[in-house]
C-alpha cells in the first residue's frame, strides 16, 4: 500500500548534516508514491549537493528566491501552491528560529509563509542546542501555530555527544508524513459519494455522456476515508484507480446509480460530484441505428427525464447530510443557490466550468460553498487532491454542527 500515492511534498533541506538523511528520505518519499520537490537552503548545499536531490526527485532542486529562470519553471507562490505538504527535513535551530520570527529572505522561509498547506518539521541538532530556551521557546511557538514536530530522536550525535536531537530516520519521516494525511474529522461515518459521467444507451454500440473525468469524486473519497470515514464511492465510467480503503461500486446509467446509491444506503454523508446525464433516450434501439433516408439528414431521439439521484436520496425520511456540485458555465452563484434549495441540500458547491484551467478533467479546481443560509466561503484555485481535503474537513465541520 502507497501511503502517499500522488501526494505532493515539498522537502526542505536546512543546514545540519543530517541532511545526508534527505536523500534517503526522498526515496522513502517516492516508494509510497509522492511526488517530491526539494528545496535547499544555503546551509543545506554546503552538506549535501542538488545534485544528488535532483537524481533522486526527479526533479530540479529549488535554490534561490531570486532567480529569473527557476521562477520561470515553477515560482515561489506555485510550489507553495503546489504542495499537498511541506515538509523540513532537516529543520536546524537557526531555521526554526527564522520560521518563528516569519523571516522570509530566502526560498524555503517564503514559502512557508505563503503555503496553506500542513508544515511539518523535523528539528536535527545537538543536544545542547535543542535543549536551550531559545530553540524550545521557538519550537513551542510553531508547534501552537499549527506546524507538526518530528521528533528530534535520541541518542548519539555526529559531534559525540548523547541527547535529543538526531532526526527521525527517513522510514519514520516517511510515516510520519502520511499521517499528517490523516485526520479523525469523519471517524465513524459512512460516506457515499457519487463520481464521474453516466452513459446512456442509444444503441449497442452508441452513447451519450459528458466531459467528467470523476477526479474530484475519487479525490473526495480519498480524503474521506483519509478522515477515517468507510467511504462507497459509485462511479460512473472512468479510467481511475480505486483510493485505498475505498468500496468503489462501477455503475453505467444514472438509473443503474441510483440503485447502486440506494442500495448502499442509510449513509451519515452524501456527496453527489458525478455528471449524471439529466436526459436518456426514451428507446435503447436492440439493433445498430442504420442511416435512414427517408428522414433527410437529420436524426431525431426522443429523450426522457433520468431521475434526479441526489434530489431523490435528500428527500428520504433517513436523508444524509447532503453535498451538491454545481458545474455551471455562467450565472453560477444565482444558479447553485437554486439548486440548493430545489434539492433540498445542506451545502452546494460551485464551480466554472467555462474555466478550462478549473474545468472537467482539468487537475484542478476553485470553489466556493453555499449554505444553507447562503453565506459563502470560497477555496482558492489548488489541485484536486487539495481542494478535496479542505472541503471534506470543512463538511466535517458542518456536519458536527448539524
Ligand atoms: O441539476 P444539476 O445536474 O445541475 O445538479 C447537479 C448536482 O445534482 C450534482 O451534485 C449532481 O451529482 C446531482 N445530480 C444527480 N442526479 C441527476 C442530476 C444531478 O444526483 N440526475
Known amino acids: 500500500m502507497q501511503r502517499l500515492y500522488r501526494k505532493r511534498i ?25 511526488d517530491v520537490h526539494v ?86 541538532m545537538n543536544q545542547a542546542m535543542w535543549r536551550d530556551p531559545a530553540t524550545q521557546a521557538n519550537a513551542q511557538l510553531l508547534g501552537e501555530r499549527g506546524m507538526r514536530l518530528l521528533g528530534p530522536a535520541a541518542g548519539s550525535q555526529a559531534c559525540g555527544d548523547v541527547g535529543l536531537g538526531r532526526m527521525l530516520e527517513a522510514d519514520e519521516l516517511a510515516q510520519c508524513a502520511a499521517d499528517c494525511f490523516q485526520s479523525q474529522a469523519l471517524t465513524g461515518k459512512h460516506v457515499l459519494i457519487t463520481a464521474g459521467p453516466t452513459q446512456e444507451n442509444i444503441d449497442p454500440v452508441r452513447y ?22 468507510k467511504v462507497t464511492l459509485i462511479s460512473g465510467p472512468v479510467h481511475l484507480p480505486t483510493p485505498d480503503r475505498v468500496t468503489r461500486i462501477d455503475v453505467v446509467s444514472a438509473r443503474d446509480m441510483l440503485a447502486a446509491c440506494e442500495a448502499a444506503m442509510p449513509c451519515d454523508l452524501l456527496i453527489a460530484a458525478a455528471a449524471v446525464a439529466d436526459y436518456r433516450p426514451e428507446v435503447v434501439a436492440q439493433h445498430k441505428l442504420k442511416k435512414d433516408p427517408s428522414s433527410g439528414d437529420g436524426l431525431l431521439l426522443q429523450m426522457v427525464r433520468n431521475p434526479d439521484i441526489l434530489a431523490t436520496l435528500a428527500s428520504r425520511a433517513d436523508r ?56 459563502q466561503s470560497s477555496f482558492a484555485q489548488t489541485s484536486k487532491g487539495k481542494i478535496a481535503r479542505q472541503l471534506v474537513d470543512f463538511i466535517a465541520d458542518r456536519l458536527h454542527r448539524a
Open 208 to 229: 451519450i455522456t459528458n466531459h467528467s473525468s470523476g477526479k474530484m469524486g475519487f479525490a473526495l473519497a480519498e480524503a474521506a476515508a483519509e478522515a477515517g470515514a
Open 10 to 34: 515539498v522537502l526542505g533541506v536546512g543546514g545540519g548534516i543530517a541532511a545526508y538523511k534527505s536523500a534517503e528520505l526522498v526515496r522513502r518519499l517516492r516508494d509510497q508514491g509522492a
Open 39 to 124: 528545496v535547499m537552503t544555503r546551509g543545506g548545499r554546503e552538506f549535501i549537493t542538488p545534485l544528488t536531490l535532483q537524481a533522486l526527485s526527479g526533479h530540479p532542486v529549488h535554490l534561490d528566491l531570486l532567480d529569473p529562470a527557476a521562477e520561470a519553471a515553477m515560482g515561489h507562490i506555485e510550489l507553495a501552491r503546489w504542495a499537498d505538504l511541506v515538509l523540513i527535513a532537516p529543520a536546524t535551530a537557526d531555521l526554526m528560529a527564522r520560521l518563528a520570527q516569519g523571516v522570509a529572505d530566502d526560498l524555503l522561509t517564503t514559502l512557508v509563509l505563503a503555503t496553506d498547506a500542513p508544515i511539518a518539521l523535523a528539528p536535527a
Open 320 to 375: 444524509p447530510f447532503s453535498v451538491g456540485f454545481a458545474a455551471e458555465t455562467e450565472n453560477l452563484l444565482g444558479y447553485a443557490s437554486r439548486k440548493l434549495q430545489d434539492k433540498n441540500l445542506d451545502l452546494i458547491v460551485a464551480n466554472d466550468v467555462a474555466n478550462p484551467s478549473i474545468g472537467f478533467n482539468s487537475e484542478e479546481n476553485a470553489i466556493t460553498i453555499i449554505d444553507r443560509d447562503l453565506q
